[in-house]
């Protein structure tokens, strides 16, 4: 099949009928590209074809109404029921009703008024319309089955520009965040929780089960206002933010995201599970194997970081404890749960940029969202793709030195408060920055630390946030390009 490289434009007329047509077809995708062992059953086949009744979706002005559960098809029936459709049939169906959604939506989201009214869809309706919003945002994931979407497909959906994945990712997460809503392909069913292995201020981190394979479970600990009995607001804000961003962000160096798991539909409840790494965090990897060529795991940090930025993504926290190494010794960039796009026409998240600041770990904090912090009144600003690159400098600190950064100043008897004007006061004021090891220190003689890599932490670390160095910039140099990469062999 051939798909048209650009999307048609559609006369939506009245935005309630556009909608309602975007339901519709959500629904047929639903429906095609339900799991065999998990089926959504939101349609029936009935008596028409697949195509017939992709046509006539697309002129009804009504919801169609889902099946009840004890007639929902699994996908072998649904192909004895629709003889007609061969392979070739089925993945022509999804990309026809792929291409009309897309239509559809960017038609809805080009006005203000039909994007307005966009938002303010909630409940089962919502939800179709967060489903048919991530289906446009990520077509890989609209089915189990490979055959369902052809690589050529795929191809020319890549290709439909930047700008319209941006709309149609800010309208994902705008109508997510209003409606308090997950895609449904991010929803995993018949995860085990196990026994608690990280425990913070703001997250517990659970060790679990999903499909006979160790998963790690996050769960946000997301509190209820001392005087109201409703959840807070900006956390289930964050929880939807760092889900939607990290489901449809994938890289070999960033953790994998796998799904959530949310039990009675409660958010009190949700978990975002990832694979479960026994290496653990790279300061824990580099305790265990301290004789690892450790400018490959800068490698692996700077090629996750690099391609962040490049999708407008910063990611805002970034620390050893952030870093987890896989089976094979590669570094994954994991927690974007501070991370925000970058780019002001896809979402400005000010209510979470007031409540959670300041952004970020301190040791790892760039002087420009320090500086802010050492006077009260002052707007604490968000993190950027510069204050990322200062505390990559300072995750390399920790790499070849196996020492967190101003490990050489004494926090004794200092309250956190005081530690915290201490370290700020030393790094915006006095332009303080992490202390270079001996040439005798074990970073020297047995890290890999040389002065190549120290000058890679000075001009992340420089005051002037535009002489800092991108990822990619990183990544390209000499000494770098040139390490020898065999870990493809060691699992």
């Keep these: ?64 109404t889902p099946i009840r559960p004890d007639r ?9 029921n629709l003889k007609e459709l061969d392979t070739s049939g089925y993945q022509q169906v999804v990309e ?6 897309l239509a559809l939506l960017d038609s809805i989201l080009s006005t203000k008024k039909s994007y307005r009214r966009l938002l303010q869809y909630r409940g089962e309706q919502g939800q179709l319309l967060v489903n048919a919003l991530q289906w446009v945002s990520s077509p890989s994931s609209i089915g189990p089955s490979p055959k369902l979407i052809s690589p050529e497909f795929l191809s020319v959906h890549m290709s439909f520009g930047d700008h319209k994945k941006k709309k149609f990712m800010q309208a994902l997460l705008r109508l997510s965040k209003r409606a308090k809503l997950f895609p449904k392909s991010f929803i995993l069913p018949g995860v085990e929780i196990g026994e608690v292995i990280v425990e913070t201020s703001s997250v517990d981190i659970f060790r679990g089960l999903h499909g006979g394979r160790d998963v790690c479970l996050k769960k946000y600990r997301i509190r209820r206002r001392s005087q109201s009995n409703t959840i807070r607001e900006d956390l289930v804000e964050l ?4 889900t939607i961003i990290w489901y ?35 300061v824990e990897y580099l305790k265990s194997h301290p004789g690892v060529e450790r400018r490959l795991l800068l490698l692996d940090v700077l090629s996750g970081l690099s391609y962040l930025h490049r999708n407008n993504i910063v ?45 970020g770990t301190l040791l790892w904090q760039a002087p420009e969202l320090l500086s802010a912090q050492l006077q009260p009144q002052e707007h604490i600003p968000p993190p950027t793709t510069f204050s ?42 006095h332009g303080r920055r992490p202390q270079k090891p001996a040439v005798d220190s074990p970073a020297c003689l047995c890290y890999g630390l040389t002065d ?31 390490v020898l990469d065999d870990r493809s062999a060691q699992e």
């Design 315 to 359: 990611h805002g926290d970034i620390k050893g404890a952030n870093v987890l190494v896989d089976s094979q010794g590669r570094a994954c960039i994991a927690d974007l749960g501070l991370s925000r796009l970058t780019d002001a026409q896809i979402l400005t998240w000010t209510s979470i940029q007031s409540t959670i600041a300041p952004w």
């Design 452 to 482: 190549s890599i120290w000058d890679i932490m000075e001009t992340c670390w420089d005051r002037k946030v535009t002489r800092r160095p991108s990822a990619d910039d990183l990544s390209k140099l000499p000494f770098l390009v040139g």
């Design 96 to 101: 026809e009703a792929h291409q009309a959604l």
């Design 1 to 64: 099949m051939k798909c048209k490289p650009a999307l048609q434009p559609v006369a939506i007329g009245d935005t309630a009928q556009a909608v309602s047509r975007v339901m519709s077809m959500s629904m047929i995708l639903d429906h095609f590209c339900s799991d065999p062992d998990n089926p959504s059953g939101t349609t029936t086949p009935g008596t028409l074809s697949a195509s017939q009744r992709l046509k006539s979706s697309a002129s009804s002005d009504s919801l169609a």
């Design 248 to 282: 449809n962000h994938r890289h070999p160096n960033l953790l994998p995201f796998e799904g959530i798991f949310q039990p009675d539909n409660n958010f009190e409840k949700a978990y975002l599970v990832s694979p479960f790494y026994a290496n653990g965090t790279v």
């Design 388 to 429: 990322d690159m200062y505390a990559l400098g300072c995750l390399a600190y920790e790499i070849f030195t196996g020492l967190f950064p101003f490990a050489e100043l004494s926090t004794h008897g200092r309250s956190p408060f005081q530690v915290h004007i201490m370290i700020s006061t030393e790094v915006v004021r």
């Design 239 to 242: 929880l939807i933010r760092e």
């Design 72 to 80: 929902r098809s699994r996908w072998d029936q649904l192909e004895e």
